[in-house]
């Protein structure tokens, strides 16, 4: 309970000589803490050490934080570490509470300790090279209701750290989230398999250096280097399948990450990827995108529009509505294809509907065979005034669209038309 209840540790306003406010002005580096009564800097440098052991849990004055968009934003967080024979724990207190392990992604690359945590549109990051040799893998953990993280570290050698490490680029930094810019790791190819004559299920293993967990709504980028040329291309994972949560996981949840990619013979970057080897490697960015989890909120009615591919944002959003929603009376999913072979996971959504009576899904076809005998055609106002209906007339609903640039423009257009507000629509774009 009391390590629940820790927030941070009480210090006095520290006072800066001028070279030293200077200095930390440029290296953006703070922080020490007290490990056996005996206080630690997180600099590596001696010359200082008196003046920086002043600087407690990360934190520097205001006019010192990042860059001046930052004090618009949220308060800016702090962080402190602690060490004991065989581990070290960077404890970040973000002064939030809607922080979860989504938040966090985390990766050590040779002497490098890298830590992003996004807080609402802002990015903070802590980026040391670390003094001491850690070991590969790591674990994170989050206290949600004081938005405090801890990331624990495993010395490969019992020896006590004098200090953390040093301070690398943008390290303690708050910063707007469209700033940051992508970062990637490699990613390692464990399986493919079809779905239909054109997709497949890639899944991607994480290195066991990183943690990363992609949340509901947002996508990744893939990067190839194709003939000498950096490709990138964005992807938004989904489950294993739909049914993925109601049973034993075969591959421990958080270090797999799912993709459904249609496979183009003549495009540039898909036959790449789809000539990758069990055991290669593709590079993966951080989460990107402005999908909210709010959006959920108090939600009744979820309307989901989606054409070919642009079904894969839609799996997490289905299987995220129906497991933890309670508000949710219905959710109706009109998912657009050229046949009958294209379909994605149909079985699998056929059976979710019987299952699931909130749910219903509909499939419309432009080149349905003769003994097609559902919808066809295109995205219309006909086919939309009859699918987008309330269950009561004061639901609050959301109407979420994916797919080619000129079904979503069309989807769009069309929505307003039927006089639904922006705040009820969200269009999955990248």
């Known amino acids: 309970m009391l390590k629940e209840c820790l927030v941070g540790r009480m210090a006095v306003k520290p006072a800066f000589p001028k070279v030293i406010h200077s200095r930390f002005q440029n290296e953006k580096c703070h922080g020490h803490t007290f490990v056996s009564h005996l206080p630690f800097s997180l600099l590596c440098t001696d010359a200082d050490y008196h003046e920086e052991k002043r600087l407690l849990n990360g934190m520097l004055p205001k006019s010192q934080v990042t860059d001046p968009l930052a004090k618009e934003g949220p308060s800016s967080p702090s962080y402190d570490w602690f060490q004991t024979d065989a581990l070290v724990t960077i404890v970040i207190y973000t002064k939030q509470k809607d922080i979860n392990l989504d938040s966090v992604i985390a990766d050590h690359r040779d002497d490098s300790f890298r830590a992003e945590t996004v807080i609402k549109d802002y990015s903070y990051l802590i980026h040391i090279a670390l003094s001491h040799e850690i070991q590969e893998d790591f674990s994170v953990r989050v206290v949600e209701n004081v938005g405090k993280i801890e990331i624990?570290?495993?010395?490969?050698?019992?020896?006590?750290?004098?200090?953390?490490?040093?301070p690398l680029e943008n390290h303690n930094s708050l910063i707007p989230k469209k700033d940051t810019g992508l970062y990637y790791r490699k990613c390692q190819l464990i399986s493919k398999e079809d779905v239909t004559h054109d997709t497949k299920l890639f899944c991607l293993m994480l290195p066991p250096s990183t943690h990363l967990q992609v949340p509901t709504g947002l996508h990744v980028y893939f990067k190839l280097t194709i003939t000498g040329t950096e490709i990138v291309k964005p992807y938004t994972p989904v489950s294993d399948s739909l049914f993925s949560e109601f049973k034993e996981p075969v591959l421990p949840?958080?270090?797999?990450?799912?993709?459904?990619?249609?496979?183009?013979p003549a495009g540039l970057f898909t036959p790449e990827l789809d000539h990758l080897q069990i055991g290669?490697?593709?590079?993966?960015?951080?989460?990107?995108?402005n999908f909210k989890i709010s959006q959920f909120q108090d939600l009744e009615d979820l309307f989901l529009l989606a054409a070919g591919t642009g079904f894969t944002p839609m799996v997490k959003v289905l299987s995220y509505a129906l497991t933890n929603i309670p508000s949710l009376r219905k959710v109706k999913l009109m998912f657009f294809n050229k046949t009958e072979d294209d379909i994605i996971w149909?079985?699998?959504?056929?059976?979710?509907?019987?299952?699931d009576k909130r749910f219903d899904v509909e499939f419309v076809l432009s080149v349905p065979t003769s003994e097609w005998n559902s919808k066809r055609?295109?995205?219309?106002?006909?086919?939309?005034?009859e699918f987008l209906k309330r269950s009561l007339d004061t639901s609050k609903v959301l109407i979420c669209i994916c797919g080619p640039m000129p079904f979503t423009e069309q989807g769009m257009k069309l929505l307003h038309d039927l006089n639904f507000s922006k705040d009820e629509i969200h269009s999955f774009t990248a």
């Open 346 to 355: 149909r079985s699998q959504l056929e059976k979710l509907a019987f299952k």
């Open 280 to 289: 290669d490697y593709v590079s993966v960015s951080n989460p990107e995108g």
């Open 253 to 264: 949840n958080n270090k797999y990450i799912y993709f459904l990619i249609k496979i183009y």
């Open 377 to 385: 055609g295109y995205i219309s106002p006909a086919l939309l005034s």
């Open 152 to 166: 624990v570290l495993k010395k490969k050698e019992n020896t006590s750290w004098k200090c953390l490490g040093h």
